[in-house]
Each structure stands twice: as structure tokens, then as C-alpha cells.
């Protein structure tokens, strides 16, 4: 079946501009994580929502990210005042149910450049 | 909050030798390790995980272990062959929380 999907692929913004990172987690899965991942290092857990709600936000860098899944399945993540210091690839997971021990799937990732 | 170190951070074998990647985590409530495969601007890859009741798990030229007393797990790859040439993450979660804590990843090339 389909994988995590996201889109853009590529994302070039200006300092200070908004942007908006989709994400389709595989169908009937319905945990599904952000993180994110800086070059050369291991993805960076950003939050994770089970069904619409946010369970654990603790990842946020700061009020600039926010996050929404309304419908329990695509996800949004938000970028306002973008900084060049958010520059880094934009990975998504999902899985079966929320768990520590269930597998996570990932999305091929959006490139974010803040020029 | 956990910490997951890992190492090497490269790694270059001969192809048929095998390659080894450790990890170390502090959070003694971590309970799930997974490994991820990653080629260059591709989608991180589950290869094998283990959970915290097994000490080891095989998968073909895949294994992990995992030792509880001594916050470490480790990856094994026998046999290697070129497209086993990635970056490799090792991380660990707790069972009060689902995010996965990766390693910095170690980038292992397999020359023919």
C-alpha cells in the first residue's frame, strides 16, 4: 500500500516568511509523529498527535511551530517568522496506534531552506 | 530525557566483512530499539528492532543485541555488500513516551 506521503518535496522561503510542511501518514494509522533533521545528525522528535489531539508537543522548538491534524489523519505543521536556523529536512512518521513500541514509518521528508 | 550515543560515526568495510555499530542509551525505562536505514536524501528505513524482553533477534545478515544491565545495543551486519552502503540510526523509546531518540548515525561504506 501507499507509504507516508509529504509535500512540498523542497520548500525555499525568506527570513521571516510563514510556511505550511503537509503530511499523509499511512491509511488507518492513527498515530503519527513530526521530527526533524538537521544535516549530519539523527532526526530530532518534534511532536506527535494520536487521532486529532497533540499528545506530546514537548519537541517544539519554540511558539514559532505548531502543529494540526483536525481530521485525525493529514497533518500540517507550521512554521511562522521563519529563521535560517529552521533550515533542516521535515520528517513525518505514522503507525498503527500510539506506542513505545510500535514501529514508525516514515515520509521521504520535506527539504525546508530559509534563506 | 533520554540520550542515545552511538559509534562509530563512519565506517568502511570490505564487501563479504562484517560491520558492527554501537549504541549506547542513559534512560533505564527505554524499552524499544529500533534501527533505521538511510540513503542519501531518502526516507529513513526500519531494518530490525528489538524490545527490551529479547536479548537478541536475527533477520538473514541482520541482527541486534541488546544488553538491559548495560544500556547498550548493538547492530550487526555479516556479509556486507555495497548497497549496504547508508547512514544507519540506532534510537530508543520509553514506554511513558512515544517519541523515538535517534543517534547521530554512522555512515557505513561497503567498497567492492
Known amino acids: 500500500g501507499a507509504g507516508v506521503s509529504q509535500t512540498p518535496s523542497n520548500k525555499v522561503t525568506e527570513k521571516g516568511k510563514y510556511v505550511e510542511l503537509r503530511c499523509d501518514p499511512i491509511?488507518?494509522?492513527?498515530?503519527l509523529y513530526w521530527y526533524r533533521q538537521s544535516l549530519g545528525q539523527g532526526p530530532e522528535f518534534l511532536i506527535y498527535f494520536q487521532g486529532t489531539g497533540a499528545a506530546d508537543d514537548s519537541g517544539l522548538p519554540n511558539d514559532r511551530f505548531f502543529a494540526v491534524r483536525p481530521e485525525g489523519s493529514v497533518s500540517t505543521l507550521k512554521i511562522q517568522r521563519t529563521e535560517r536556523g529552521d533550515s533542516a529536512v521535515y520528517l513525518c512518521a505514522s503507525s498503527r496506534v500510539a506506542g513505545a513500541q510500535e514501529t514508525q514509518y516514515f515520509g521521504p521528508g520535506t527539504r525546508l531552506l530559509v534563506l | 530525557g533520554e540520550n542515545v550515543e552511538q559509534h562509530p560515526s563512519t565506517l568502511s568495510v570490505q564487501e563479504g566483512d562484517s560491520a558492527v555499530i554501537k549504541c549506547t542509551y542513559s534512560d533505564s525505562a527505554s524499552n524499544y530499539f529500533p534501527w533505521y536505514k538511510q540513503e542519501l536524501g531518502k526516507r529513513p528505513q526500519l531494518i530490525i528492532d528489538?524490545?527490551?524482553?529479547?536479548g537478541e533477534k536475527k533477520d538473514q545478515r541482520i541482527a541486534v543485541t541488546l544488553n538491559k544491565t548495560a544500556k547498550h545495543f548493538s547492530l550487526h551486519i555479516t556479509e556486507t555488500q555495497p548497497e549496504d552502503s547508508a547512514v544507519y540510526f540506532c534510537?530508543?523509546?520509553?514506554?511513558?513516551?512515544?517519541?523515538?531518540?535517534f543517534g547521530k548515525g554512522t555512515s557505513l561504506l561497503v567498497t567492492p
Open positions: 528489538i524490545r527490551s524482553n529479547v
Open positions: 491509511s488507518g494509522h492513527t498515530a
Open positions: 534510537a530508543a523509546s520509553i514506554d511513558s513516551g512515544y517519541a523515538l531518540n
